[in-house]
T-cell receptor
Framework: DAGVIQSPRHEVTEMGQEVTLRCKLI?????LFWYRQTMMRGLELLIYFNNNVPIDDSGMPEDRFSAKMPNASFSTLKIQPSEPRDSAVYFC???????????FGQGTRLTVV | AQTVTQSQPEMSVQEAETVTLSCTYDTSENNYYLFWYKQPPSRQMILVIRQEAYKQQNATENRFSVNFQKAAKSFSLKISDSQLGDTAMYFCAFVTIQGAQKLVFGQGTRLTINP
């Protein structure tokens, strides 16, 4: 299995532009997490899906952020409009079942200038 | 709400020494899992070790072992015979078996192994 695949690996965009981050889950996994990592705040959970349904989005910073799972193996995290404070590394992670370890993608480093 | 606390932002030891990273957590649940993840400079998050709360025996994976104290809600990671490749950020994480089942992380400890 190729593992969790995120794209792009790096993204540089101008303030105000729309940014879409993509994540492909490991085949058969049914839970998905989106995390944001910064030096100041560490690893923050943004949103968590189980069986394609958002279970907890309390970590989503504001309405500029949205996440979807159009099917069981794919997810997007969209920021519109982007701001410099959104600059961070964004990780997605998938797992099988409700209590097992999560497997992480390699992250997308987002820079908003 | 479940929280995970790592009280050591940074640690540094000499190669071949043993080092222990601390982690405490807060939950009202009785059944849960605990994990230690490693994040080397490559930024990939790698699972190091996992502990089920219902097991009294501490988990061990080669040079990595944990000291799980359920009553104290403590979950420390011991690295024996440390190697240069162990240099990384280490994150403690927690997930409940019932309820929300969110995977919650601590702030991390930056570990440097010196030659």
């Amino acid at each position: 299995d190729a593992g969790v695949i995120q794209s792009p690996r790096h993204e540089v965009t101008e303030m105000g532009q729309e940014v879409t981050l993509r994540c492909k889950l490991i085949s058969g996994h049914n839970s998905l997490f989106w995390y944001r990592q910064t030096m100041m705040r560490g690893l923050e959970l943004l949103i968590y899906f189980n069986n394609n349904v958002p279970i907890d989005d309390s970590g989503m910073p504001e309405d500029r952020f949205s996440a979807k799972m159009p099917n069981a193996s794919f997810s997007t995290l969209k920021i519109q409009p982007s701001e410099p404070r959104d600059s961070a590394v964004y990780f997605c992670a998938s797992r099988l079942g409700g209590n097992k370890e999560a497997f992480f993608g390699q992250g997308t480093r987002l820079t908003v200038v | 709400a479940q929280t995970v606390t790592q009280s050591q932002p940074e640690m540094s030891v000499q190669e071949a020494e043993t080092v222990t990273l601390s982690c405490t957590y807060d939950t009202s649940e009785n059944n849960y899992y605990l994990f230690w993840y490693k994040q080397p400079p490559s930024r990939q998050m790698i699972l190091v070790i996992r502990q089920e709360a219902y097991k009294q025996q501490n988990a061990t994976e080669n040079r990595f072992s944990v000291n799980f104290q359920k009553a104290a809600k403590s979950f420390s990671l011991k690295i024996s015979d440390s190697q240069l490749g162990d240099t990384a950020m280490y994150f403690c994480a927690f997930v409940t078996i019932q309820g929300a089942q969110k995977l919650v992380f601590g702030q991390g400890t930056r570990l440097t192994i010196n030659p």
